[in-house]
C-alpha cells in the first residue's frame, strides 16, 4: 500500500497571507505517461470534499488562481498565494496510482 | 449539472449487510468510474471501491475486499454499495463520487461527490 504523510497537520494563516501543504508518498506517483497521479481535496466545515488541483499540476474548474500545485514523484506541494477566509477547512492529497490513499488532512484554520 | 445523491438506512445492526445507494442526476454515467468513500466522524478519507459505468473496471481497497460488492444499473442512473458483516468500525459517513478515467482500469481523480449519509451501527 502506498503511505501518504502530510505536513503540516495543523496550519494557522493569516488572511492575505501565503500558505503552503506538503504530500509525500512512501512511492513514486509518477506514471509511465508522464502523468502524477496526486490529487489535492478541500473539506470545508460540514460539506463533502471538493476537487482543487488533479494529476499534481491541474486546477480543477472554477478553482481561484490562488490555488497551485507542483512536485514529481513523492514530494508535492499545495501552495495558495494569498489565503482568503472561505479557504478554512482540511486539505487531503489523495494518490490513484496504485489503490487510492489518502493523506492524514492538514487542517487550516484563520488566525 | 450532474449530481449524486446518497441513500441508505442510517442505522445498521451489528452483523447485518449495509445498502447503500447513490443516484445520479442531470447527465450520464457513460465513460465514468464510480465510486464509494468514507469518513468516520472527526476523522479521514477511506477509499473503499469503485466501478466502470458498463459494470467493469472494478477496484476495491484491499482491507474491505472480502466484505464489498459494488454494482451499477445505467438504465436507472444508479450505484449501489453493499458491505457485509458490519461492525461499529463501519460507522461513517459514505460518500458516493464520480471518477474521472483514462480508460477502464485506470482512475485519475474523483471530480464529484455527493454530500454523503451518514451511517451508525452501534456497539
Known amino acids: 500500500e502506498i503511505v501518504m504523510t502530510q505536513s503540516p497537520l495543523s496550519l494557522p494563516v493569516t488572511p492575505g497571507e501565503p500558505a503552503s501543504i506538503s504530500c509525500r508518498s512512501s512511492q513514486s506517483l509518477l506514471h509511465s505517461h508522464g502523468y502524477n497521479y496526486l490529487n489535492w481535496y478541500l473539506q470545508k466545515p460540514g460539506q463533502s470534499p471538493q476537487l482543487l488541483i488533479y494529476?499534481?499540476?491541474f486546477r480543477a474548474s472554477g478553482v481561484p488562481d490562488r490555488f497551485s500545485g507542483s512536485g514529481s514523484g513523492t514530494d508535492f506541494t499545495l501552495k495558495i498565494s494569498r489565503v482568503e477566509a472561505e479557504d478554512l477547512g482540511v486539505y487531503y492529497c489523495?494518490?490513484?496510482?496504485?489503490?487510492?490513499?489518502f493523506g492524514p488532512g492538514t487542517k487550516l484554520d484563520i488566525k | 449539472q450532474v449530481q449524486l445523491q446518497e441513500s441508505g438506512p442510517g442505522l445498521v445492526k451489528p452483523s447485518e449487510t449495509l445498502t447503500l445507494r447513490c443516484s445520479v442526476s442531470?447527465?450520464?454515467?457513460?465513460?465514468?468510474?464510480w465510486g464509494w468513500i468514507r469518513q468516520p466522524p472527526g476523522k479521514g478519507l477511506e477509499w473503499i471501491a469503485y466501478i466502470y459505468y458498463n459494470g467493469g473496471g472494478t477496484k476495491k481497497n484491499p482491507s474491505l475486499k472480502s466484505r464489498v460488492f459494488i454494482s451499477v444499473d445505467t438504465s436507472k442512473n444508479l450505484f449501489s454499495l453493499d458491505l457485509t458483516s458490519v461492525t461499529a468500525a463501519d460507522s461513517a459517513i459514505y460518500y458516493c463520487?464520480?471518477?474521472?478515467?483514462?480508460?477502464?482500469?485506470?482512475?485519475?481523480?474523483?471530480?464529484?461527490w455527493g454530500q454523503g449519509t451518514l451511517v451508525t451501527v452501534p456497539s
Open positions: 463520487a464520480r471518477g474521472v478515467t483514462p480508460m477502464a482500469d485506470d482512475l485519475y481523480y474523483f471530480d464529484l
Open positions: 442531470g447527465g450520464s454515467m457513460r465513460s465514468y468510474h
Open positions: 489523495m494518490q490513484t496510482l496504485q489503490s487510492i490513499t
Open positions: 494529476l499534481g499540476s
